[in-house]
């Protein structure tokens, strides 16, 4: 009877993990948890950035389709980027970049297009195109 008692003790003593062994898998899940979220993040602006320049390029085509009709650009003065909103015309409403922001619209003699459309970017101030702003060049 004794073998077999002393058997029983010594299986009990090797089955389970160990507090390392627990640590090193608890501290292995936290890099990989980490990195994750980071790619995650970056992924994230990359898609915003993506997705702004979509909505620059439809506002652009809208701003050309107006200039065909109408026989110039719209003037930031007076109407900008509004001129394009309505019942018949290119937006029911104007979309407004990832950040929660308005598009901005600027009549530009120098720009090739006449005109300047860009988004404010991450940062939510005016670089007037620059900087993080993402622009139509």
Known sequence: MKPNCWKQRRFARTAGF???EIMLVVGIIT????????ML????EFAKEQRARGD???IITQVRM????????PLAQ???????????KGFEELPKDPWGQEYKYKVDA???K???VYSTGPDRKDDGGKGDDISSK
């Open 66 to 73: 107006y200039e065909m009709k109408n026989g110039g650009v």
């Open 56 to 58: 620059l390029q439809a």
């Open 41 to 44: 993040t970056g992924n994230l």
């Open 114 to 116: 006449g005109f300047r």
């Open 110 to 112: 120098s720009s090739a």
């Open 78 to 88: 007076s109407a900008g980027l509004q001129a394009l909103v309505g019942t018949g």
């Open 31 to 38: 890099v990989l948890m980490g990195s994750a979220i980071f």
């Open 18 to 20: 160990t507090l390392i």
